[in-house]
């Protein structure tokens, strides 16, 4: 999730834990403890685009990483906050730490939560940043501050907003399985035979939907707002995995294949070549566009040295963007 709730949420666990015996400096260390693993994303300025890609949220965002150095921050705070012990701090960033992959878990990009093993959870309920889920979470956590640590409405409000958000979090899970249903129908109804299908919420939101059929050699795109009184519109999508040609040995394509899991196309335009992870869809509603979330040139040197390059968005198009996803999120 994005940082915002990451620190909301870390602030919450932090309160929990400690927030008896320190007060609002539990909420401090909790938000801190919230943040830290998504330090990996430095991880950019020093390694290549796939290698970078796949460094996100793994060692950081795993129980071994919480387990290992919850007592080395836990020390580092007991030497400057010496009337709590190193047991409590400990106990403190534990929790921040291994709540923070738990909830990004739900998203689509996942996490590595059982890091050194190769298996990344992604439940796909919940857009990264989502103002439903932090927003009520947030105004809960703030009021929690404002009343001193004996007073019983402070944990009253600290405990309404985890049970908010957590009763939201599971909203999307059933919402997940209604959508996915009617994707499913819409498929059968259309006679459309498919190998696999996953499905996201849009951005922003949890009542558009968007699905990947793969069907063998292309993909079939499509998305479902609760509010639509239309059938279900598939787009299809050649997958032109041919087009990398020798490249397609190549360690960097094959780690990005194995990122996407399998989930990719490639395009040709103006004679560039570029990798397009479907996990994440598009940035428009618009059918027919190639205008993915997470596009990637790829480029190879007179030596035969095979770079990724994220093609960067337009912050212009983003007024734009949400105009569409609105307009969509109303219904067809």
Known sequence: MDSLTQIVLGAAVGEVVLGRKTGNKAMLYGAIAGTIPDLDVLSAYF????????????????????????????????RYEKHKSLKDWSWLFFWGFVTHPLLDAYTTWGTQLFWPFDVRLAFKTIFVVDPLYTLPFLICVIMAMIYKRSNPKRRKW???????????LMLTVILKGYTYLQFKEALESQTINYRDMNTRPAAFNAILWNTNIDTGDAYLLADYSLLDSQPISFQA????????????????????????????????????????????????????STDFVFKYEIKQDAQGLVTLHEVKKDPRNALKMLGELWERIKGN
């Open 237 to 288: 999508y050649e997958k032109n995995h041919h087009l990398l040609g020798d490249l397609k040995d190549n360690e960097q394509i094959q780690r990005m294949i194995h990122i996407s899991k399998g989930w990719y196309i490639i395009t040709q335009e103006n004679g560039s070549l570029y990798f397009n992870d479907l996990r994440f869809g598009l940035l428009t509603t618009q059918p027919g």
């Open 158 to 168: 600290n405990l309404w907003g985890i049970s908010l958000s957590s009763g939201y």
């Open 47 to 78: 390694l290549d685009t796939s290698r970078s890609l796949e460094f996100h949220r793994g060692f950081t965002h795993s129980i071994v990483f919480s387990a290992l150095f919850a007592p080395i921050f836990g020390w580092l705070v007991s």
